[in-house]
């Protein structure tokens, strides 16, 4: 047992390392500033983050904010030992936020805590979620680095996301004027994205396959590797949509509760969708989850994206145009159903087929 000085106890000796996380500050202070944009030099050190507005071409902005975690995915990077892409995840999860609202991503801060800080840990968390902003196109302006013993053991940690973003007056979405018979696209996910983990993880368990073992629906890589692959971020082609067309009425982000509990977040209670679930395309890793875990469909709907990461509702009359934008910046939509008309206590969301899991 470490003796306290001759004057006391330090803090060192009650676990915390403030050269440690002063080194780590050094550290990602590279990574931090190659996030710049215009408002924002994504210089870290100081007390605040600051973001100028009218640098970044606003004129009459609304901001719109968000802020999320990772969940319990973060348990697969900590037990396996990868932590590069978990910071995406981060990202992710709060700019998809702000984009739905037709909201550009401007500025994001993080908060990581975490037993006994390991600099190489800290620095490869804090490079995926440089990553994640240059993809958001926003800054990385902030942070906070907190080393906790005896709230966290000593390789646990946790990860919170805050991202602000902006809109013009008068551009944020959803549109008042959805109408049944517009039409409903889904953009594809890189598979579970960041919700659902706690079952993840159960189902796994089941198994007994270590992290390191070949996943048996993608055998490239290992489980690990595969259940850690990062949320996709849609602003960028979402955002040269909007420029382009302005046939998108409303967008909703597939993420905890699935489509049932996402979809009516962007509906008045007068409307709902009906989706054609044999129309999406479903990742394998959704299959082998459903299988093995014994999962039904409604509970693989509520719990996971299932393929659909990202549901965009586009005006009748433009439903090809909206497409075509979208692919233009590089997604591939697939038109999964249509906005409907519904009664008091219906259900917002219906389905027709079967997902091909």
């Known amino acids: ?91 992710a999860m709060c700019v998809n936020d702000l984009i739905v609202q037709g909201a550009e991503p401007l500025l994001f801060l993080d908060y990581y805590a975490t037993g006994k800080l390991d600099p190489k840990v800290g620095v490869e968390i804090v490079r995926g979620i440089a990553d994640g902003c240059r993809q958001a196109g926003c800054a990385l302006i902030g942070g906070e680095t907190a080393e906790m013993p005896g709230m966290y053991a000593e390789k646990d940690y946790d990860l919170a996301g805050f991202a602000v973003g902006a809109a013009e007056r008068g551009a944020l979405l959803p549109r008042a004027d959805l109408e049944a018979g517009d039409v409903v696209f889904g953009l594809p996910s890189s598979g579970v994205h960041s919700n659902g983990y706690s079952l993840v993880r159960r189902i796994v368990a089941m198994t007994s396959l270590a992290w390191d073992a070949p996943a048996p629906f993608a055998p490239e890589q290992s489980l690990a590797e595969a259940l850690l692959v990062p949320t996709r971020i849609y602003v960028k082609p979402l955002l040269a949509a909007l420029r382009a067309t302005d046939g998108i009425k409303a967008l909703a982000h597939i993420t905890g509760g699935g489509f049932p509990d996402n979809i009516p977040r962007v509906l008045p209670e007068s409307l709902g969708v009906a989706l054609d679930l044999a129309a999406i395309p479903v990742p394998p890793v959704f299959g082998w989850l459903a299988k093995i875990g014994g999962v039904a469909e409604r509970e693989m709907l509520r719990t996971f994206n299932c393929g659909i990461g990202m549901i965009v509702a586009a005006e009748a009359g433009k439903a090809d145009e909206v497409a075509a934008a979208l692919r233009a910046a590089g997604e591939a939509p697939v038109r999964l159903g249509e906005v409907i008309a519904i009664n008091e206590g219906n259900e917002a969301v219906s389905y027709r087929g079967k997902l091909a899991l």
């Open 1 to 91: 047992m470490t003796k306290p000085g001759a004057n006391g106890l330090t803090y060192a000796q009650a676990g915390v390392d403030i050269d440690a996380g002063n080194a780590m500050v050094d550290a990602i202070k590279p990574l931090v500033r190659a996030t710049r944009r215009p408002g924002a030099d994504a210089e870290i050190g100081g007390f605040g983050g600051l973001f100028d507005l009218k640098a970044a071409g606003f004129s009459d902005p609304i901001l719109v904010a968000a802020n999320d975690g990772v969940g319990t995915k973060v348990k697969i990077a900590i037990e396996s030992g990868l932590h590069s892409t978990i910071g995406i995840d981060l990202v």
